[in-house]
């Protein structure tokens, strides 16, 4: 076992010397090499026979490993040879292709600035066509306007005009009626005023004819009454009657200062009234009632008179 060891570890030394000492490809990576196939084969199954069954068989797993790898390097060069065609084709491609969409572009370019221009000078030529008209009529339409306007104008200066005067003359009435009224007013409330002096006057004398009336009633009443008493006690004593028992003296009702004045002028009647009081005097009251009420009429006559 050991022999067959060295033998194979020979073998390999002698393939990693064979591969180390071939000729390294010129293109490609610097890690491949370009060797003798069937050097290498024959060295393979040189190591293969000193390998026991176990290493036979790890030995083809390897074999076909290494194929596959050899394979593989074949199929990656091979891929990498059809990428690298496929790619400088389509660079090639594309840049043909580049230079005909550019040379599309500028006469494409060329012929819409030469249809442009076309067209801008015919718009152009238009819209100057277009202006000119459309001045015109807006010279057309502000003349027409500015008539209207000034003809408008001149209509609402005369109507405002007319207007004025109207309200200045109604004013000028309404003035006078209002001066007019209020001379009127002024008037009426001079009678007024004065209505209102006579009222208070009269109603102020008609109060001191009423109470001039009833203090002199009562005078005369306060008079009746002194001669009532004094013809009683003549009488009781013609009669020679003892006075009346009383459980205390009644004094006789004294007339006031106003009612004595009152008296005083009472007392100038005629002795016929006094020959109608013989019947205790009971008729007094209405000849002395009527007396007051015929001198109050007689101021109301006055009274009216003197307005």
């Known amino acids: ?30 890690d491949r090499r370009i060797i003798n196939a069937d050097e290498i084969t024959d060295m393979l199954v040189e190591v293969k026979s000193c390998f026991p069954e176990d ?4 030995n083809d797993v390897l074999a076909k490993a290494n194929k596959i790898m050899l394979e593989a390097d ?19 491609k594309a840049r043909n292709d580049a230079e005909q969409m550019e040379t599309d572009a500028n006469t494409y370019y060329d012929d819409k600035v ?13 819209a100057d066509d277009y202006y000119e008209s459309r001045v015109a009529e807006g010279d057309d339409y502000l003349k027409q306007k500015t ?13 405002a005009k007319d207007t004025a005067r109207d309200i200045i003359e109604e004013a000028n009435a309404t003035r006078e009626r209002l001066v007019s009224e209020s001379e009127v007013t002024l008037e009426a409330q001079k009678r007024a005023e004065e209505l209102r002096r006579k009222t208070v ?11 001039l009336s009833a203090d002199s009633v009562l005078a005369e009443l306060m008079d009746y009454l002194e001669r009532y008493y004094s013809a009683i ?9 003892r006075p009346a028992a009383t459980t205390g003296a009644q004094p006789r009702p004294q007339p006031a200062p106003a009612q004595k004045e009152a008296a005083g002028a009472a007392n100038e009647t005629t002795e016929e009234e006094e020959d ?11 000849n002395l009632f009527k007396r007051k009420k015929k001198t109050s009429q007689e101021d109301d006559f006055e009274d009216d008179d003197a307005e």
């Not at 290493?55 to 790890?58: D, E, F, G, I």
């Not at 006690?233 to 009657?241: G, I, T, Y």
């Not at 109608?276 to 209405?286: A, H, T, V, Y």
């Open 1 to 30: 076992m050991a022999h067959h060891d060295k033998i194979i570890e020979k073998r390999i030394d002698e393939l990693i010397e064979l591969i180390d000492n071939s000729q390294i490809p010129r293109f490609g990576s610097a």
């Open 55 to 58: 290493v036979r068989k790890a």
């Open 74 to 92: 074949e199929y990656s060069n091979t891929t990498r040879a059809d990428a690298n065609r496929i790619a400088q084709e389509t660079v090639e």
């Open 114 to 126: 030469a249809e442009g221009d076309t067209y801008l000078e015919n718009k152009t030529g238009e």
């Open 147 to 159: 008539e209207q306007g000034n003809s408008y104008y001149e209509d609402c200066v005369a109507r």
């Open 201 to 211: 006057l009269r109603s102020n004398q008609i109060y001191s004819n009423a109470k």
């Open 233 to 241: 006690e003549a009488d009781r004593k013609a009669l020679d009657a």
């Open 276 to 286: 109608e009081d013989d019947g205790f005097g009971l008729n007094i009251f209405g």
